[in-house]
Each structure stands twice: as structure tokens, then as C-alpha cells.
């Protein structure tokens, strides 16, 4: 085990997601159980003797591929030559608060990241921002680090996509390997699209498996835009563990090679691609080869896709809009 080591930033690492996802960084989940990794652990001040806490406990786990942690409320500190950075950490949403002031006070914290990464983060950064809105916080901070590439920053909606094809591998009695090519459009919100259309069952179209257009329509796709709120609902507390597991599986998805013809769902700055504005920060299905990734061109969308599809790009359009004065013309 010579290999140099991954230096990794995570914000918000006292929160619960980083409860779950350091100890699955560290123990070799993300980039395999030959990759050294160094964590960057970002929290405000005030949570820092809880990211104690935290670190204390990762030492007593002695990883053997955990090379060093860097427990931090610095920025600069934070993202020094960081290889990719895992935007977790945020306000949550309080009682009677508008959606647009969340927007205002989180999508200021994403404008110092995104300098903070531009100043300091290795060449080959990449971002993946998890921390909601996602997508528009992804492109507050992408428009205020011009010096890193835009094909570099990517937002959550792997937990869409896995939350989707569970929900259809129950509905088939099938084991949820089975379930491929299942594309996540727009937002992550409960106005993104599950695409069942062009997704498969054992090689085989939804719609030939699952013969029911109503279940998938109405129920799947509600089921699955709801499925954050049901968790809340029943557990109290919002999605943990399986978000930090979905923030596993895409960057695994990001940074091996997709399976030949399948792909995985990530939000990535729009360049036009069906017809969606550019520079909206997008859900897409998307393919690697490891090192790049492309969206995947030439889907078939029926009328019902394209209305949905139509209706998270209108809610992306108006979040950018609401946020406009964070981004630097
Ligand atoms: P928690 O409230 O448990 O943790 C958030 C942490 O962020 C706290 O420890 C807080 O101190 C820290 N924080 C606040 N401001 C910060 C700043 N400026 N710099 C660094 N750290 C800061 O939330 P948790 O359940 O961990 O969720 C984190 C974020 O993920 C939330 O915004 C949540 O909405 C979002 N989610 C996104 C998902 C996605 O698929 N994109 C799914 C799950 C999750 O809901």
C-alpha cells in the first residue's frame, strides 16, 4: 500500500451524514481497499468539539487506509489540496422559514466554499455538493471559483435514482441489481423525475415488466419524490445513512467505469443537452469512463417525460433566479 494518499474535504462532518459517511470513507468504501485517504473535516466553530468527538472515535476504528484527519473550521485549512470535496454541511430548512431566505443563507456559505476550493484544492478537484438546495448551491459555488472547470462540480441525486429503483425492484419481486438505466432528471426536490421510461428490469423495458402505467405515474414516481419527507415522517430526523451511502455510490460512479450500457444519475452544469437551459446545474443521466464523465444523448422521452422534465427545469430556472445576486456576472 504505497499509493499516495486522497485528500478528501467534508463540510459539515459533525452533522449526522457525516456521522455515517467518514467511518465509509475511511474504511476504503469510496475509493477501494487499496487507496490511502485523507480526510478534511470542515465545520463551523461551534460544532468543532463534536468533530472532536468525532475524530477521536475515527482513530479508535484504526483504519488501516486512514492516513490522516484534518478536523477544521478554516477554510482555507480545509481545502488545502484537497482532491475532492464533499459539500455536506448546511443550515436545515427551520419552522416558517421561506424557501427563498434558505436559499439566501445557505447559497451565501457555497460562495466562500466555492473561493475557498478555487484558492486552495489540488488541480484535479472535483465537488460534489450534497447540502440542499443542492443543485443551486453546486451553482452559487461554481460561478465563484471560475479557475476550476465546470465539468468539475457535480450535485446529489444518486439517493433519487437509488430510492427509485428500490421501489421498482419491490413492485417486480425482483433483487434491485436488476434494475438498470434508471435516469434521475432536474432538480433535487420533490419536483425531480424518476424516469421509468427508458429505465430496465433485467435487460428488459419498465413498461414490459411492470405492465401497470397508472402504478408507475402516479404512485412510483409520488413514492419516490416523497420518499425524504416519509423518512422524516417515520423516523424523525431526516435521510443519514442512506445519503451518505448514495454520496459513496457517486463517487464511485464518477470515478470508475459505468457498465456498458447503463449509466447513473448526477446533477452536472447543463451545456444545452436536451433542450435544458445552459448552466443550470441539472440532473442527467450520465456515463465515466473513469476519469470524465458525459451525459447521455439520445434518450426517447414520451409526453409525460417531457412534462416533468419541463416542470424541475422551471423550478432550477427559479431558484437561479432568487439567488442571482450571488452569482458574479
Ligand atoms: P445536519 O444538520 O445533521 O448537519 C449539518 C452540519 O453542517 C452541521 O454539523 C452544521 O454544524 C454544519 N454546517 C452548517 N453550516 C456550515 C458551514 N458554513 N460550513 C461547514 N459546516 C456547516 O444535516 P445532515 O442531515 O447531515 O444533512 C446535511 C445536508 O444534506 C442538508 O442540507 C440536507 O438537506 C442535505 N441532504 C441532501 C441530500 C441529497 O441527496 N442531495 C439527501 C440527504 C440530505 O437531506
Redesign the pocket.
Known amino acids: 500500500m504505497n499509493r499516495k494518499p486522497i485528500h478528501i474535504a467534508v ?9 455515517s459517511l467518514l467511518f465509509r470513507i475511511a474504511s476504503g468504501a469510496m475509493f477501494g481497499p487499496e487507496q490511502p485517504v485523507i480526510l478534511h473535516l ?3 466553530a ?2 468543532l468539539k ?2 472532536n468527538g468525532i475524530v477521536m472515535e475515527l482513530e479508535d476504528c484504526v483504519f488501516p487506509l486512514l492516513d490522516g484527519v484534518v478536523p477544521t ?1 478554516d ?1 482555507n485549512e480545509g481545502f488545502k489540496d484537497v482532491n475532492w470535496a464533499l459539500l ?6 427551520k419552522a416558517g422559514m421561506e424557501r427563498k431566505e434558505l436559499l439566501g443563507i ?1 447559497g451565501r ?1 457555497f460562495i ?2 466555492g473561493q475557498a476550493i478555487q484558492k486552495n484544492a489540488a488541480s484535479d478537484v472535483r465537488i460534489l ?6 443543485n443551486t448551491n453546486c451553482c452559487i459555488a461554481m460561478n465563484n471559483a471560475p479557475g476550476v472547470p465546470r465539468s468539475r462540480w457535480y ?6 435514482e437509488n430510492r427509485a429503483k428500490i421501489q421498482l425492484a419491490k413492485k417486480a419481486g425482483v433483487n434491485v441489481a436488476a434494475v438498470t438505466n434508471l435516469a434521475v432528471w432536474g432538480n ?1 426536490s420533490s419536483t425531480m423525475y424518476p424516469d421509468y421510461f427508458n429505465a430496465k428490469i433485467g435487460g428488459r423495458p419498465v413498461t414490459d415488466v411492470i405492465a401497470n402505467r397508472e402504478w408507475l405515474e402516479k404512485d412510483f414516481v409520488a413514492t419516490v419524490q416523497e420518499r ?1 419527507t416519509a423518512i422524516i415522517e417515520a423516523r424523525g ?4 445513512a ?2 451518505a451511502s ?1 454520496v459513496v455510490d457517486t463517487v464511485r460512479a464518477l470515478t470508475t467505469p459505468t457498465r456498458k450500457g447503463d449509466w447513473s444519475s448526477v446533477a452536472v452544469c447543463s451545456d444545452g443537452s436536451y433542450g435544458i437551459e445552459k448552466g443550470l446545474v441539472f440532473s442527467y443521466p450520465v456515463r465515466s469512463d473513469g476519469r470524465n464523465h458525459e451525459v447521455v444523448q439520445g434518450l426517447s422521452l414520451n409526453d409525460f417525460s417531457r412534462a416533468k422534465i419541463a416542470a424541475t427545469e422551471n423550478e432550477l430556472k427559479e431558484e437561479k433566479s432568487l439567488v442571482a445576486e450571488l452569482l458574479p456576472k
Open positions: 463540510t459539515g462532518a459533525a452533522g449526522q451524514i457525516g456521522y470542515i465545520e463551523i461551534p460544532a463534536a468533530l473550521a477554510l455536506v454541511g448546511g443550515v436545515p430548512r445557505n456559505i466562500g466554499q455538493v450534497v447540502g440542499n438546495p443542492c450535485a446529489m441525486t444518486k439517493i433519487d433535487h425524504g430526523l431526516s435521510s443519514a442512506s445519503a448514495a
